[in-house]
């Protein structure tokens, strides 16, 4: 069954500091995607990144980076220098290729403490 | 390129009233997707339209909600009467439809709409 596990319900941080949030996923296929969404205060779902099952290489955008590990089954995520406007709910999602809903999970609370 | 719009953004309404969202999508996003967010929740789909045909409404409660997509652009989803338990936020959300209407699209989302039920 497909299934996404975001572990830690909430991490404070002091500003500056990097602070790493988990994902891991479940699933039977071999050709799936992976995202995750940032959802601040305001309420709205904004997209971070989608990733293929076939494309392991990590990606760094600025100060945020993912790191893919198939044989983890992970796809977490980093903020490097953290500041206070990357206080948001964290989700990550899983698609498969032959379904048409995404997985999600239950999402992380991220505090950035000036 | 506008992102996806909706409207109210809140609306408070008493028990067994009716209520109704509308959201307009990303201009040639074959893909639109209505989710309600429970407070502390990830987000749940209620239904997902490919164009103006229905893809999935499997978590729709029929009996209340209704969604349509007139046109395959616009969208309206209404709640009627409305239960203490609607209270959410209604999430809009569409995609280019690339891949059918398969999750494998990357989803954009509107800025929800906010409804307290008393």
């Known amino acids: 069954a497909q299934k996404v596990t975001q572990a830690q319900t909430e991490i404070s941080v002091v500003e500056k500091e990097d602070v790493t949030l988990d994902c891991v996923y479940e699933?039977?296929?071999?050709?799936?995607?992976l995202f995750w969404y940032k959802q601040p205060p305001s309420g709205e779902l904004v997209f971070l990144i989608r990733?293929?099952?076939?494309d392991e290489q990590n990606e760094i955008s600025g100060r945020y980076s993912w790191n893919f590990q198939k044989s983890t089954s992970s796809f977490n995520f980093t903020i490097t220098a953290s500041q206070v406007v990357d206080s948001a709910v964290y989700f990550c999602?899983?698609?498969?290729?032959?379904?048409?809903?995404?997985?999600w999970g239950a999402g992380t609370k991220l505090i950035i403490k000036p | 390129e506008a992102g996806v719009a909706q409207s109210p953004r809140y609306k408070i309404i008493e028990k067994r009233q009716s209520v109704a969202f509308w959201c307009n999508p990303i201009s040639g996003h074959a893909t639109l997707y209505w989710y309600q967010q429970i407070l502390g929740q990830g987000p749940k789909l209620l239904i997902q339209f490919q164009n103006n045909g229905v893809v999935d409404d499997s978590q729709l409660p029929k009996d209340r909600f209704s969604a349509e997509r007139l046109k395959g652009v616009d969208s309206t989803l209404k709640i009627q009467p409305a239960k203490l338990e609607d209270s959410a936020v209604y999430l809009c959300?569409?995609?280019?439809?690339?891949?059918?209407?398969?999750?494998?699209?990357?989803?954009?989302f509107g800025p929800g709409t906010r409804l307290t039920v008393l």
């Open positions: 990733r293929n099952s076939f």
């Open positions: 699933t039977r296929d071999t050709t799936y995607y």
């Open positions: 959300a569409s995609s280019r439809g690339l891949a059918g209407g398969r999750s494998t699209d990357t989803q954009y």
């Open positions: 999602a899983l698609s498969e290729s032959g379904n048409y809903q995404l997985i």
